[in-house]
């Protein structure tokens, strides 16, 4: 079972940016999809999560607004695009599920900075 995050990098306040994970070793479509996010000094916050099927969607109160998740169950992938950036945005983002008690991504780092 793997989680790969890519898509993160410096970015202007104001920009946008597309999250990419690409899972495997798993049924992708039987499970719901979460993207968290933990930054520096703060606790991990949930951002951002998705059914298996794409019916049911929910943002943390920070992102909504400003925050698409969505997911290809084809293609084993689920995105989180983020517009309107603001330097508080920056962290690591991660993506989860919970197949086999919870497995976690590496972690992307995003930087909102001028």
């Known amino acids: 079972v793997q989680l790969v995050e890519s898509g993160g990098g410096l970015v202007q306040p104001g920009g946008s940016l597309r999250l990419s994970c690409a899972a495997s070793?798993?049924?992708?479509?039987?499970?719901?999809m979460n993207w968290y996010r933990q930054a520096p000094g703060k606790e991990r916050e949930l951002v951002a999560s998705i059914s298996s099927t794409g019916g049911t969607i929910n943002y943390a109160d920070s992102v909504k607004g400003r925050g698409t998740i969505s997911r290809d169950n084809a293609k084993n992938m689920v995105y989180l695009q983020m517009s309107s950036l603001k330097p508080e945005d920056t962290a690591v983002y991660y993506c989860?599920?919970?197949?086999?008690?919870?497995?976690w991504g590496q972690g992307t780092q995003v930087t909102v900075s001028s």
């Open positions: 070793g798993f049924t992708f479509s039987a499970y719901g």
């Open positions: 989860a599920t919970s197949v086999r008690g919870g497995v």
